[in-house]
């Protein structure tokens, strides 16, 4: 076997280096790379000893590995999914699992969701407060949760009253647990993890009831939600899909798809708001039913704050040549996509908010990676994208957004998202025809 050869990195103890992460993981990995380099070996909570890597020919290498030689880390959130969530498969059961949930995310079939996401997004935007500040990260989970639970769970009534209330408080016991290592005995049956196992036996219980009523459905056929796809969806072999490992996925979409983009929405109000030049464009573009703009706004946003700042493999075979390094059986390797995406030779001027850099030129799928990447690139992304489209097509045609002078929001880590620490705070006004018309003339003043 070749000798390993890992990158180098401080020689602090371990604690100190454990705590820089947990308390500033961003500042913390931007100084390892001005001091080592696009490479660097550190101790991390969790997952012991990692390397971080940010080189685009080594991130692509890693990516377009095989999973027998490098796949998911154990350390991951299918101990909060379930043995049969995307995140706890590994190998042959993962690719086949992927191939059955892939069609209803891609292609034609996300057009049906369109209305259902626009209609979700001017019932809760109704209720926000005309020139007064409030924070709109909530009302943005708002939204996504009831997308996810209508399109996804096929949900309604009872259930999606049940579940509407529950899931949010499953995903944050479970978020916790998930940053910070908290023993399964602790506090016997008051602890977390007894909550967590009571939030997820009551969430068993309301899938169980909607996976009945689905499947005595008799024009289920029919049917758009992703439940209905699941229940008639086969393997090769022409097995289906169990009703554990229904829940599981589902409980999967639900976690990967609803903080995630309700917080990428967050940050492009608290983006936008600070750029007026760029909402005063965006905002023309819309009135004229434009979307180029959005659209490259929208890869920006996700581009300098990214919701999930990295994503992680682990060494399969005895061992792994990546670029630079010779890796042992074992070894996990971080990629970091905030290093990647501060990176001057692939995004000049990194660190300024430019949509303009996206306009007409597709990101690079090495490159630009919040979704991650390889065989275990979000599989929800294409609807993510299309939900962030949608609801800031109806913001902007809907509301003006006052801009402001305030500094920018700091980065708040919420045990798996990086969320903005006041919540993308917000003043609107409702739109008018006037408003419309006023809005138009202000943005040829300011672009003539």
Known sequence: ????????????????????????????????????????????????????????????????????????????????????????????????????????????????????????????MASWPSEHEFATMDSMMRITLNVILRAVFGAEGKEFDELRELLPKLVLVGSALAAVPVPRRMLGRFGPWARFAAYRNRYDEIVGRLIDRASADEQIQDRDDVLAMMLQARYDDGSSMSRSEIADELLTLLTAGHETTATTL??????????????????????????????????????????????????????????????????????????????????????????????????GTFSWIPFGGGARRCIGAAFATMELNIVLRTLLRDFTLETTGAPDERTHFRGVALVPAEKGRAVVRRRTPQQAIADRGRVTEVTA
Request: aromatic share 6%.
């Open 1 to 124: 076997m070749p000798a390993v050869k890992l990158p180098d990195g401080p020689s602090t103890p371990r604690i100190v280096q454990s705590l820089e992460i947990l308390f500033g993981r961003s500042r913390a990995w931007r100084r390892m790379h001005d001091r080592f380099g696009s490479a660097f070996t550190i101790h991390m909570p969790r997952f012991g000893r990692v390397v971080v890597v940010s080189d685009p020919a080594e991130v692509k290498a890693l990516f377009t590995a095989s999973t027998d030689v490098a796949d998911n880390v154990a350390v991951n959130l299918g101990q909060f999914l379930g043995p049969g969530s995307l995140f706890s498969l590994q190998g042959e059961e993962h690719r086949k699992q992927r191939k059955l949930l892939t069609p209803p995310f891609h292609g034609r079939r996300l057009a049906v969701y369109e209305s259902l996401i626009e209609e979700e997004a001017v019932r809760e």
């Open 266 to 363: 967050a940050w492009t109000i608290e983006r936008l708001r600070r750029h007026p030049d760029v909402l005063n464009r965006l905002v023309a573009e819309a009135d004229s039913g434009g979307s180029e703009l959005r659209e490259a706004t929208l890869l920006e946003v996700q581009r300098v704050r990214p919701v999930i700042d990295a994503t992680a493999r682990t060494v399969r075979a005895e061992s792994m040549q990546l670029g630079r390094w010779t890796l042992p059986k074992g070894q996990t390797v971080v990629v970091s996509i905030r290093l990647m995406h501060d990176n001057e030779e692939l995004f000049p001027n990194a660190r300024a908010f430019d949509p303009d850099r996206f306009v007409g030129v597709r990101p």
